[in-house]
């Protein structure tokens, strides 16, 4: 089975603009999280989603948005990107998800993110 | 609140030592499942192991081993006789609900030759 993708792998933007990531599960899987990786904050949990509905969302301001298509695939948004949004992003997927169904995730390679 | 500790910033050891990462994970839940996780260089995060609040024993994989301490919600992760490969950065992370983990600040290891 082919692992989570996500794409692009490196990107680089100027403030104020936006950026969209994306991410595909591992074939099945049907819970997507996203998650932030910075040297000052360590990992950080964005949200996830399950059949296109965002369950649980972490403590990140409105800019940061996503959504899931009826494939499983994830998006996320980041709109008018600041120097701080600079960061791994790094997407996850499980095959079952319960309130707490405690399945393993499965992450992506990421996607860094540059913020000039 | 819930709160994740691993209180060694970076362990250092030689090829073949064991070495054991400590975890403390404090939370009024008390059916809870909590993950270690590698992250190598090259930035991808692997799973390693899944242990529930709920069993004491012991448990071994392979090289990796690990209990639980309900008294002091400790989860320590050995890995026995090491080796270079194993030079990654270490993450606990309990499961706190619809899939959301929660990161410690993680260990680094380095596995010298």
């Known amino acids: 089975k082919a692992g989570v993708t996500q794409t692009p792998r490196y990107l680089i933007k100027t403030r104020g603009q936006q950026v969209t990531l994306s991410c595909s599960p591992i074939?099945?899987?049907?819970?997507v999280s996203w998650y932030q990786q910075t040297p000052g904050q360590g990992l950080q949990f964005l949200f996830e989603?399950?059949?296109?509905?965002?369950?649980n969302k972490g403590n990140f301001p409105g800019r940061f948005s996503g959504r899931q298509f009826s494939n499983s695939r994830s998006e996320m948004n980041v709109s008018t990107l600041e120097l701080g949004d600079s960061a791994l992003y790094l997407c996850?997927?499980?095959?079952?998800?319960?309130?707490?169904?405690?399945?393993?995730?499965?992450f992506g390679p990421g996607t860094r993110l540059t913020v000039l | 609140a819930q709160k994740v500790t691993q209180a060694q910033t970076e362990i250092s050891v030689v090829e073949k030592e064991d070495v054991t990462l400590d975890c403390v994970y404090e939370?009024?839940?008390?059916?809870?499942?909590l993950f270690w996780y590698k992250q190598p260089p090259s930035g991808e995060l692997v799973f390693l192991i899944r242990?529930?609040?709920?069993?004491?024993q012991n448990e071994i994989s392979g090289r990796y081993s690990w209990n639980f301490q309900k008294s002091t919600s400790s989860f320590n992760f050995t890995i026995t006789a090491s080796q270079v490969v194993d030079s990654a950065v270490y993450f606990c992370?309990?499961?706190?609900?619809?899939?959301?983990?929660?990161f410690g600040t993680g260990t680094r290891l380095l596995v010298s030759p």
């Open positions: 996850a997927s499980s095959p079952l998800a319960g309130v707490k169904s405690y399945n393993e995730q499965f």
């Open positions: 074939s099945g899987h049907r819970s």
């Open positions: 989603y399950f059949s296109e509905t965002q369950r």
């Open positions: 939370t009024r839940d008390t059916t809870y499942y």
């Open positions: 242990r529930n609040s709920f069993d004491e």
């Open positions: 992370a309990p499961d706190t609900g619809f899939q959301k983990l929660v």
